[in-house]
């Protein structure tokens, strides 16, 4: 039968069934042996083959069907690993907050650049908007704006207010959306809000370092009533990225990549080479100074954005 992996917890998956019903599978043991780098063989999203074992509601997943794409990042223990977040995506969001815990720039920027690397429309949904005041409100359409002219879209929405998510839940329609971010941006909460009955569990945020506490343990896909599912995923500290050569970067940023056309060399990395389109772009505005330093951390394979 093929199904649909909905949740992946490294041992056992939970897969919708072409039946429209759940089962719980586990990995056939010569797929372990094939030369995976990943952390995780089986991705939430992906699509498998597997056995029914006879009288009960469990089986086997013996093919993993080829991917139309994923999102990964660097594994946090394994260095040398990937960390597959999800497979097969219409839209990948990163949840972001200017307050408890803040979310830097830096950090979505790394997470829209792997979206763009592996071809998938990328986002931002910047949440808990009941306790902007007018200071921060006024950053974050900004930052809104900005994103909206590179090309991606923008959500800005608070969980306890329903009139906010109007537009988000409209995209989400007949899609499989991942949402990553830092714990505490509220991804749980705001998902129990588009989700209503879902109840998922949610955290406090620090007192002492004002950061959120992992309430995701596991990656999952949930079922939005209208058609589509909705990813959670555990909350990422920060972002490793992993693969990316240092002439393909500005590929990643769109805003970059088209001020590239007007370069004097074609291996310019828009540094410090004389003529260059994308420096100049920058000293006119033209590229916001937070998407160029982002990218000038990847290309100096800087890890850390907290």
Not at 127 to 144: G, I, P
Request: net charge negative.
């Amino acid at each position: 039968m093929e199904g649909l992996v909905l949740k992946s917890t490294g041992s056992w998956y939970d897969v919708l069934g072409d039946d429209h019903k759940n089962y719980k599978c586990r990995i056939k043991g010569k797929m372990r042996t094939q030369n995976i780098t990943s952390t995780n063989p089986v991705a939430v999203g992906d699509k498998v083959l597997f056995e029914i074992q006879k009288g009960s509601d469990e089986g086997v997943i013996s093919e993993i069907r080829e991917r139309k794409n994923f999102i990964q990042r660097k594994s946090v223990n394994l260095s040398k690993q990937i960390h597959i977040l999800a497979a097969n995506l219409d839209l990948a969001l990163v949840v972001a907050t200017p307050v408890m815990p803040r979310t830097s720039t830096g950090f979505i920027d790394r997470f829209l650049s792997t979206a763009e690397a592996y071809r998938i429309p990328g986002g931002v949904v910047f949440n808990k908007s009941d306790l902007f005041d007018e200071e921060v409100n006024e950053y974050v359409e900004a930052l809104a704006e900005m994103y909206r002219s590179v090309g991606y879209e923008t959500f800005i929405v608070s969980a306890i207010d329903s009139g906010t998510l109007v537009e988000l839940k409209d995209r989400l329609h007949n899609q499989l959306t991942l949402f990553a971010g830092h714990s505490g941006t509220g991804k749980s909460t705001l998902i129990n809000a588009l989700i209503p009955g879902i109840e998922l569990r949610t955290g406090e945020i620090s007192a002492q370092h004002l950061k959120g506490k992992h309430t995701t343990t596991f990656a999952e896909a949930h079922p939005l009533e209208e058609g589509g599912f909705i990813v959670d995923t555990p909350g990422i500290r920060e972002f490793g990225i992993l693969n990316f050569e240092k002439n393909e970067v500005s590929h990643f940023f769109p805003e970059i990549f088209k001020a590239s056309e007007g370069c004097k060399f074609n291996n310019c990395l828009h540094t410090i080479e004389k003529n260059c389109a994308v420096i100049q772009a920058v000293e006119d505005s033209q590229i916001a100074m937070t998407r160029y330093h982002s990218y000038l951390s990847i290309l100096e394979n800087e890890d850390i954005f907290r």
